[in-house]
């Protein structure tokens, strides 16, 4: 009885820890794939589409994209 908890709860220990660390590699490399978008980003962007984006515009389009993530 008392060893089936605690295979129980040394099994949850572990399940967790492992979860854990496998949870905290692929957000990571999902950061290093995919960076969050920063201002160079938005000014190369913008002067893709054959604008001269100001400071003003940059932080505006910053603003909206915290706003939605």
């Known amino acids: 009885m ?9 099994g949850l220990i572990v399940g967790l820890l492992a979860g ?3 949870t ?3 957000f990571q490399k999902q950061l290093k794939d ?3 978008i920063n201002e160079e980003m938005i000014k190369t ?3 893709g589409m054959g604008r001269n984006p100001s400071q003003k515009q940059v932080n505006q389009l ?3 994209m915290q706003k939605y993530q």
Request: aromatic share 16%.
């Open 62 to 64: 910053m603003k909206q």
């Open 34 to 36: 995919n960076p969050p």
């Open 20 to 22: 854990f660390f496998i």
């Open 2 to 10: 008392w060893m089936d908890i605690l295979y129980l709860t040394i």
């Open 24 to 26: 905290r590699r692929v």
């Open 45 to 47: 962007l913008m002067r």
